[in-house]
């Protein structure tokens, strides 16, 4: 990075042609929005802008204070998150009938929730909870997958001020148990199960197995998800029960927009859950912001947000800023390959869904499933949104021919609480596979190894230098633990630990963790270059790629690749050996390219690289795995390694 010329293997990306929004997708009213937006002389004008788009209890007196390593934003202002989701709507002769949550579980039952039924749910749950000794300040673990009572359960929180934190609903027990301990969280709502691929997967039994080590749990409400009318244990409470027990219901409370309003748990290697925690104003208005510039309503939408309710993309995009822009939201509880691979196209259909969030693992399987299947299904989308992983240039191309509509990559991290670059829908040019520019309200840097801003085309390490909303305010009980993690390489600045070069067009691109930098016999790579040519082979639909010890390279890089239906093994294996030599240089010689039918990945869609590189290193997983969706995936590639 210090050397300040472009990498060889950048240039694909550096060059790659700027796409003008074609005219039929562009929305005029967004781009004087957007025009109007990006006109304001500071970011905190722009903030103010959209402070006002909100119902506060009591006016704020200022705008920020503080600096990005300790700020805040409306202080002596009052608001509450739920009265801004629901509430508000509900009270809206126009809108209370808007549909707000359009749910279908894995079995294919449905339900759909009008902004006025939300309402009422979700102020009997409030003030069920409330009864059962929720307060204010209070933690509410919320361990289920995506069901409207996630939604609910959440907005409950939010109405009476209680700090939420959403379990993935594929923890065992040891990790529930640990992030349960960790939070301190004082009532758990529960699924009894949930549907996946084709078989309930119990989740109250193992809660149960966990409350032995849980002495701050006092209550335990229970969704009857299966219908099966479980026999509950001393501490359990139904949760028709509950809402029954608070039909008279219970006001909002007014709160400052600095306090906590949940807790998201970080996984990885780390002996400790790190949680970390978003504000109630500050979550509000960032993400209403982002889903406003990211999506957008438009009449008639569904946005069906294909993410899982334990991705902090579920709540920015569904729970809080979608239902905060008054949208139509699609949820979806089970696997979209299952029963068939035209799970996907069928949801679209049956729930006439506008717009998709998702991973672009997502995309890549449906590309991998085919053309022919696509054809069949055509559907009317006007926009799908990527973000979690970076998506390459010929998945992006393919989504966008094969579905003609954009296709938005978006970057943002758990920390940032939104995400803060991509390129406005129905307002901006498109870029394969960059991130765009950062939206209103965001200023970012790319530093080199001492700290200083470098040129565009040369690559370093991606900071943000303004304070912005729903950017995390501390880690949960350990807040040195935050500033060392973020703020300590470059005082003053959020440390993303991403790598990204910044192009002659001013797009973004974000290259994968700083940590995901191999050094092969001392020449610096970062393994997303690498999956970059390897995936651009045809026959290649997904492909990983990690470092691993060598004695004389010090490290080399080795691919997982999944393959396309007819693609020659031998000769992809070949031909991506030839093009990752001749596109980026001998030093990048894959030491060994492994087909694999699956990889491992988190509900989120995410592919756990640090597996992969576990398989190879030691046989099997040292870290983390609670967050794995499918174990299965980690035995296939255990044997695809064991038999090389």
């Given at each position: 990075?210090?050397?300040?010329?472009?990498?060889?293997?950048?240039?694909?990306?550096?060059?790659?042609?700027?796409?003008?929004?074609?005219?039929?997708?562009?929305?005029?009213?967004?781009?004087?929005?957007?025009?109007?937006?990006?006109?304001?002389?500071?970011?905190?004008?722009?903030?103010?802008?959209?402070?006002?788009?909100?119902?506060?209890?009591?006016?704020?007196?200022?705008?920020?204070?503080?600096?990005?390593?300790?700020?805040?934003?409306?202080?002596?202002?009052?608001?509450?998150?739920?009265?801004?989701?629901?509430?508000?709507?509900?009270?809206?002769?126009?809108?209370?009938?808007?549909?707000?949550?359009?749910?279908?579980?894995?079995?294919?039952?449905?339900?759909?929730?009008?902004?006025?039924?939300?309402?009422?749910?979700?102020?009997?749950?409030?003030?069920?909870?409330?009864?059962?000794?929720?307060?204010?300040?209070?933690?509410?673990?919320?361990?289920?997958?995506?069901?409207?009572?996630?939604?609910?359960?959440?907005?409950?929180?939010?109405?009476?001020?209680?700090?939420?934190?959403?379990?993935?609903?594929?923890?065992?027990?040891?990790?529930?148990?640990?992030?349960?301990?960790?939070?301190?969280?004082?009532?758990?709502?529960?699924?009894?199960?949930?549907?996946?691929?084709?078989?309930?997967?119990?989740?109250?039994?193992?809660?149960?197995?966990?409350?032995?080590?849980?002495?701050?749990?006092?209550?335990?409400?229970?969704?009857d998800r299966t219908g099966n009318d479980v026999p509950l244990q001393d501490g359990e409470h139904r949760?028709?029960?509950?809402?029954?027990?608070?039909?008279?219901?219970?006001?909002?409370?007014?709160?400052?927009?600095?306090?906590?309003?949940?807790?998201?748990?970080?996984?990885?290697?780390?002996?400790?859950?790190?949680?970390?925690?978003?504000?109630?104003?500050?979550?509000?208005?960032?993400?209403?912001?982002?889903?406003?510039?990211?999506?957008?309503?438009?009449?008639?939408?569904?946005?069906?947000?294909?993410?899982?309710?334990?991705?902090?993309?579920?709540?920015?995009?569904?729970?809080?800023?979608?239902?905060?822009?008054?949208?139509?939201?699609?949820?979806?509880?089970?696997?979209?390959?299952?029963?068939?691979?035209?799970?996907?196209?069928?949801?679209?259909?049956?729930?006439?869904?506008?717009?998709?969030?998702?991973?672009?693992?997502?995309?890549?399987?449906?590309?991998?499933?085919?053309?022919?299947?696509?054809?069949?299904?055509?559907?009317?989308?006007?926009?799908?949104?990527?973000?979690?992983?970076?998506?390459?240039?010929?998945?992006?191309?393919?989504?966008?021919?094969?579905?003609?509509?954009?296709?938005?990559?978006?970057?943002?991290?758990?920390?940032?609480?939104?995400?803060?670059?991509?390129?406005?829908?129905?307002?901006?040019?498109?870029?394969?596979?960059?991130?765009?520019?950062?939206?209103?309200?965001?200023?970012?840097?790319?530093?080199?190894?001492?700290?200083?801003?470098?040129?565009?085309?040369?690559?370093?390490?991606?900071?943000?230098?303004?304070?912005?909303?729903?950017?995390?305010?501390?880690?949960?009980?350990?807040?040195?633990?935050?500033?060392?993690?973020?703020?300590?390489?470059?005082?003053?600045?959020?440390?993303?630990?991403?790598?990204?070069?910044?192009?002659?067009?001013?797009?973004?691109?974000?290259?994968?963790?700083?940590?995901?930098?191999?050094?092969?016999?001392?020449?610096?790579?970062?393994?997303?270059?690498?999956?970059?040519?390897?995936?651009?082979?045809?026959?290649?639909?997904?492909?990983?790629?990690?470092?691993?010890?060598?004695?004389?390279?010090?490290?080399?890089?080795?691919?997982?690749?999944?393959?396309?239906?007819?693609?020659?093994?031998?000769?992809?294996?070949?031909?991506?050996?030839?093009?990752?030599?001749?596109?980026?240089?001998?030093?990048?010689?894959?030491?060994?390219?492994?087909?694999?039918?699956?990889?491992?990945?988190?509900?989120?869609?995410?592919?756990?690289?640090?597996?992969?590189?576990?398989?190879?290193?030691?046989?099997?997983?040292?870290?983390?795995?609670?967050?794995?969706?499918?174990?299965?995936?980690?035995?296939?590639?255990?044997?695809?390694?064991?038999?090389?």
């Open positions: 990075m210090s050397e300040g010329n472009t990498d060889d293997s950048l240039s694909a990306l550096l060059d790659a042609p700027l796409s003008p929004l074609r005219t039929e997708w562009k929305v005029p009213e967004r781009v004087e929005a957007l025009a109007a937006a990006r006109a304001f002389d500071h970011p905190d004008r722009y903030w103010e802008w959209v402070a006002q788009q909100m119902r506060w209890s009591q006016p704020w007196t200022s705008v920020r204070s503080g600096e990005i390593d300790d700020f805040r934003f409306f202080e002596g202002g009052k608001i509450n998150v739920a009265d801004n989701c629901v509430d508000r709507w509900a009270e809206n002769p126009r809108t209370a009938e808007r549909a707000a949550v359009v749910w279908e579980g894995e079995p294919g039952d449905t339900r759909t929730l009008t902004y006025a039924d939300l309402a009422v749910e979700v102020n009997r749950l409030a003030a069920g909870l409330a009864g059962l000794g929720v307060a204010k300040g209070d933690v509410v673990a919320i361990y289920m997958p995506n069901l409207v009572e996630a939604f609910t359960a959440i907005h409950a929180c939010n109405r009476i001020g209680a700090i939420y934190t959403v379990l993935f609903s594929g923890f065992g027990e040891d990790a529930v148990a640990s992030r349960i301990e960790a939070a301190r969280a004082k009532v758990v709502v529960v699924a009894d199960a949930i549907y996946r691929r084709g078989k309930p997967i119990e989740l109250l039994s193992t809660l149960r197995g966990a409350r032995s080590r849980t002495p701050s749990v006092e209550a335990v409400v229970v969704v949760y028709a029960d509950v809402c029954e027990s608070g039909a008279a219901g219970i006001d909002a409370v007014p709160l400052d927009p600095n306090e906590p309003s949940f807790l998201i748990f970080t996984s990885g290697t780390e002996s400790r859950p790190k949680g970390v925690v978003h504000s109630v104003g500050g979550f509000l208005l960032g993400t209403w912001a982002n889903a406003q510039w990211q999506v957008g309503y438009e009449p008639g939408d569904v946005y069906w947000v294909a993410a899982d309710v334990g991705w902090l993309t579920f709540p920015i995009q569904a729970v809080v800023g979608g239902l905060a822009g008054g949208m139509t939201i699609c949820c979806f509880e089970g696997a979209l390959d299952t029963p068939t691979t035209a799970r996907f196209y069928e949801i679209c259909e049956k729930h006439a869904v506008t717009k998709v969030l998702c991973a672009p693992t997502l995309i890549r399987m449906l590309r991998k499933f085919g053309d022919d299947l696509a054809a069949a299904h055509p559907l009317g989308l006007k926009l799908i949104t990527a973000q979690g992983e970076p998506l390459d240039g010929d998945t992006f191309a393919w989504a966008t021919e094969t579905f003609d509509v954009p296709v938005v990559n978006a970057y943002g991290q758990t920390e940032t609480g939104s995400t803060w670059t991509y390129p406005v829908y129905g307002a901006e040019d498109l870029k394969a596979g960059s991130v765009g520019t950062p939206v209103p309200g965001h200023a970012f840097e790319i530093l080199d190894e001492d700290g200083k801003p470098v040129p565009p085309g040369v690559k370093g390490h991606l900071v943000l230098t303004a304070a912005f909303p729903t950017l995390a305010r501390t880690v949960w009980d350990d807040h040195a633990r935050y500033i060392e993690t973020y703020f300590s390489r470059y005082p003053g600045k959020y440390a993303t630990n991403d790598e990204a070069v910044l192009d002659h067009d001013g797009h973004l691109w974000v290259l994968g963790r700083a940590d995901d930098v191999i050094n092969v016999a001392a020449h610096r790579i970062s393994t997303m270059e690498i999956e970059a040519v390897v995936t651009a082979h045809p026959g290649v639909v997904e492909a990983a790629v990690v470092g691993v010890p060598d004695a004389t390279k010090g490290t080399v890089p080795i691919a997982f690749v999944t393959l396309a239906g007819g693609a020659d093994e031998t000769a992809v294996r070949s031909e991506v050996d030839t093009r990752v030599t001749a596109e980026i240089g001998g030093y990048a010689r894959l030491a060994a390219i492994h087909v694999t039918s699956a990889m491992p990945k988190t509900r989120t869609g995410k592919t756990m690289r640090r597996l992969l590189r576990d398989v190879v290193v030691h046989g099997e997983p040292s870290g983390d795995t609670s967050a794995m969706e499918d174990p299965a995936a980690l035995d296939a590639v255990t044997a695809v390694v064991k038999g090389a």
